[in-house]
């Protein structure tokens, strides 16, 4: 069936470090992917999308670029702040007619000053 | 505009007990899914419904059972309270009928601790 690998964490970062998390999706056809955050305490918030191969998503400084040809769609952000310290999900939505997302299991991001 | 809404917030239920969970969508979403997160991973799909009718299920069981009202708002009911069910139940809502349709829009959640 689908799934979504995503890098285990914690990913543990200095104030301006690059971030990269990796993302990785087995699915039939040409889902749509995704990056959501979510913020300690509150529901997850959608950062960016791509819904066909060599789309770039970028949002909030923030951009993953879809690889057909390595099924990929990693995360990365060239200065990372204290405050996008978050658990960021990578997932995919692989019925057009728009039925279930499929999560990752998560990357938790700490950003220290 | 508002977001989507949940409530309760915060719910703790002995297990056998019953438990029913309430979603608002974004004003003009037709589509709402629930979702199960337990803590430390990520969200697992359980119901959309779309006017007022299932279009897709996960691989829960037939305890948990939801429903559509003609104002697009949902519930989740979940009978017979196991401890596994402990989790952060999350509700979507989507607009659909175009592309922009399948960005699904989370609440904040409802936090179930069954004890």
């Known amino acids: 069936g689908d799934s979504v690998t995503q890098m285990e964490g914690p990913v543990t970062l200095s104030e301006e470090a690059f971030l990269t998390i990796n993302c990785t999706y087995t699915?039939?056809?040409?889902?749509?992917l995704f990056w959501y955050v979510q913020y300690p305490g509150e529901g997850l918030q959608l950062l960016l999308k791509a819904t066909k191969a060599d789309d770039k998503g970028s949002n909030k400084g923030f951009e993953a670029t879809y690889r057909k040809e390595t099924t990929s769609f990693h995360l990365e952000k060239g200065s990372v702040q204290v405050s996008d310290s978050a658990v960021y999900f990578c997932?995919?939505?692989?019925?057009?007619?728009?039925?279930?997302?499929?999560f990752g299991k998560g990357t938790t991001l700490s950003v220290s000053s | 505009d508002a977001g989507v809404t949940q409530s309760p917030t915060h719910l703790i239920k002995t297990r056998g007990q019953q438990v029913t969970l309430r979603c608002s969508p974004i004003s003009g979403h037709k589509s709402v899914s629930w979702y199960q997160q337990v803590l430390g991973q990520g969200p697992q799909f359980i119901f959309q419904y779309y006017e007022k009718e299932e279009r897709g299920r996960g691989n829960f069981p037939d305890r948990f059972s939801a429903r559509q009202f003609p104002n697009y708002s949902s519930e989740l009911n979940v009978n017979a309270l196991l401890l596994g069910d402990s989790a952060l139940y999350l509700c979507a809502s989507s607009r659909r009928g175009t592309e922009a349709s399948y960005e699904q829009y989370f609440g904040p959640g409802t936090r179930l601790t069954v004890t």
């Open positions: 997932a995919l939505l692989a019925n057009q007619a728009g039925t279930a997302l499929i």
């Open positions: 699915a039939t056809g040409y889902p749509s």
